[in-house]
C-alpha cells in the first residue's frame, strides 16, 4: 500500500495516477477542509484531465485521509519554499511530514520525497532527523529521492509520459521504487544515487530560468534601442542551433522562480549567471509596469483607474496563481501608494486583489489600456472585442494593429 502525504498540485496527481492503475492508495492531507472536499467527489483544483482521472481513482479505491497511514511505501510530496534571507531550501515541511510516516511506518518501509530539494537536503537534513529519533536507514526505513516533472496545464499526460529520475542509497530499492512509477508511467525511468537526483530535478528549472532571462533581456535591450524583439528572435531561430524562447511578463508558479534558488543559496559563489538570471525575471513585472506607464504618456492617458491586467494566473488555462507576475506587479504599485489596477482573469474566482472583476465584458467597459499578462485562450477567441482598446501584449498573441508590445 502507497501513502501519498500531500494532496496539493503534485501529490494529489500522483496519487490519483497511481491509484487508476491498481495501486492501492491512500491520500493524506493536513487540511481537513481539503479531505472532506475529495471525499465529496471534487478536486481543489482545476486541470485538464484530472476529473476523469479522480473518477478512475475512486473506482481504483482511493482513500482520503488526515491520518498518516501504515504502508509499504510513503511518497512525500509537501512544499519546500527558500529562505528569503539565505535563499536556502526550507525543509521544515518534509522533515514534519517524515516525522508523522515514522510514527506509524513499519519496518522496511521505504520514504520517497518528491518534494523539490537542493542536492545534498537529504544528507544534510534528512537523515540526521530520521537518525535522531533513533531509526537505522538501510534497515528500519528506506530513503528514496523521485522527483516530479510536472507543469500545470498538462499534468495528467506529463505524468504518463514524462521520463523520470529515482534516485536511492540501495539500487535494489530504487528498482523497487522504478516498478511502481512503471506502473503508470511510460516514460524512461533511470536509477541513480539520491544526490544526483535532487541536483537534475533543480537543473532542468535552473536551465529553463537562465533561458527564460535571457529572452527577457534582449526585450529590455530592444526596448531601450528601438528594436522589435520578436522579430530579431524570428530571424535568430532560422539558425539550425538557435532556439531562442519568447520574453514574458515575468516568471511564476513553484518552480522555475524558486528551485534555482537553492542553488544560489548553496553555491553563493558560483552562481553568477543563475543569480542575475532570477534578477532579471523577477524585474520583468516592474518593466511591465514602466511600459504601461510610458504608453500613457504617449496616448495622453491621465486616469490609470482605466487601465487593466487580463490574467491572475501564472500561466495560461490554469488555476495557478502562486507567485505570479500579475500579483507581483500589483504588489510593486502598492509599494508606490498607488491605487491598484483592475484585474480579470476567468479563472479565478475568489477575490485576489483589489478591483478585480469576474465578468470579461464589465472588464473591458472599465478599461481603456489593457495589459495582456497572460495567454489564456478566451482572450485569444477574444480579440475583436480589444478593437477599440489601447493593447499591451506581453505575449506577442493580438493580431490587431496598434498593439503595444514588450
Not at 539565505?86 to 508523522?100: E, Q
Not at 518593466?287 to 486616469?303: A, H, N, P, S
Not at 495589459?371 to 498573441?397: A, F, P, S
Request: include cysteine; aromatic fraction near 8%.
Amino acid at each position: 500500500m502507497v501513502n501519498v502525504i500531500g494532496l496539493g498540485y503534485i501529490g494529489l496527481p500522483t496519487a490519483l495516477m497511481m491509484a487508476s492503475h491498481c495501486i492501492e492508495v491512500v491520500g493524506t492531507n493536513h487540511s481537513q477542509g481539503k479531505v472532506d472536499m475529495l471525499k465529496s467527489g471534487k478536486t481543489t483544483f482545476q486541470e485538464a484531465g484530472l476529473d476523469e482521472l479522480f473518477r478512475a481513482a475512486i473506482e481504483g479505491g482511493i482513500r482520503f485521509t488526515t491520518e498518516y497511514q501504515v504502508a509499504d511505501v510513503y511518497i512525500v510530496s509537501v512544499q519546500t519554499p527558500y529562505d528569503e534571507f539565505t535563499k536556502k531550501v526550507d525543509m521544515s515541511y518534509v522533515n514534519a511530514a517524515i516525522g508523522d510516516v515514522l510514527k506509524v511506518a513499519p519496518k522496511g518501509a521505504v520514504i520517497v520525497v518528491e518534494s523539490t530539494i537542493s542536492p545534498g537536503s537529504i544528507d544534510r537534513y534528512v537523515r540526521p532527523y530520521i537518525e535522531k529519533k533513533g531509526f537505522k536507514i538501510g534497515e528500519d526505513v528506506h530513503l528514496v529521492h523521485a522527483p516530479e516533472r510536472i507543469i500545470p496545464g498538462n499534468m495528467v499526460h506529463e505524468l504518463l509520459h514524462n521520463n523520470r529520475t529515482i534516485g536511492a542509497d540501495d539500487p535494489a530499492i530504487g528498482e523497487k521504487i522504478k516498478a511502481l512509477y512503471a506502473s503508470f508511467c511510460q516514460g524512461e525511468i533511470v536509477v541513480t544515487d539520491i544526490k544526483t537526483a535532487e541536483m537534475t530535478k533543480v537543473v532542468e528549472n535552473t536551465f529553463r530560468c537562465v533561458n527564460i532571462a535571457f529572452a527577457n533581456e534582449l526585450a529590455k535591450i530592444c526596448r531601450h534601442d528601438g528594436m522589435d524583439v520578436y522579430e530579431v528572435i524570428k530571424i535568430c531561430n532560422m539558425h539550425p542551433r538557435v532556439n531562442i524562447l519568447n520574453p514574458g511578463p515575468g516568471v511564476g508558479g513553484h518552480c522555475i522562480p524558486v528551485d534555482p534558488w537553492f542553488l544560489v543559496g548553496d553555491y553563493p559563489s558560483l552562481t553568477k549567471v543563475i543569480g542575475e538570471s532570477l534578477k532579471v525575471n523577477a524585474s520583468m513585472p516592474e518593466f511591465v509596469l514602466q511600459r504601461v506607464y510610458e504608453i500613457m504618456q504617449e496616448k495622453g492617458m491621465t486616469d490609470p483607474k482605466r487601465v487593466g491586467l487580463y490574467g491572475l494566473t501564472f500561466k495560461e488555462n490554469v488555476d495557478d496563481y502562486r507567485d505570479s507576475p500579475t500579483l507581483q506587479l500589483l504588489e510593486y504599485q502598492k509599494k508606490h501608494l498607488a491605487e491598484p489596477l483592475k484585474v480579470y482573469d476567468p479563472f479565478i474566482e475568489k477575490d485576489l486583489a483589489e478591483n478585480q472583476y469576474h465578468d470579461l465584458d464589465a472588464f473591458l467597459t472599465d478599461v481603456d489600456l489593457v495589459v495582456i499578462m497572460v495567454k489564456h485562450n478566451e482572450i485569444k477567441e477574444n480579440m475583436e472585442k480589444l478593437t477599440r482598446k489601447v493593447v499591451l501584449d506581453c505575449h506577442n498573441i493580438c493580431p490587431l494593429p496598434g498593439t503595444y508590445r514588450l
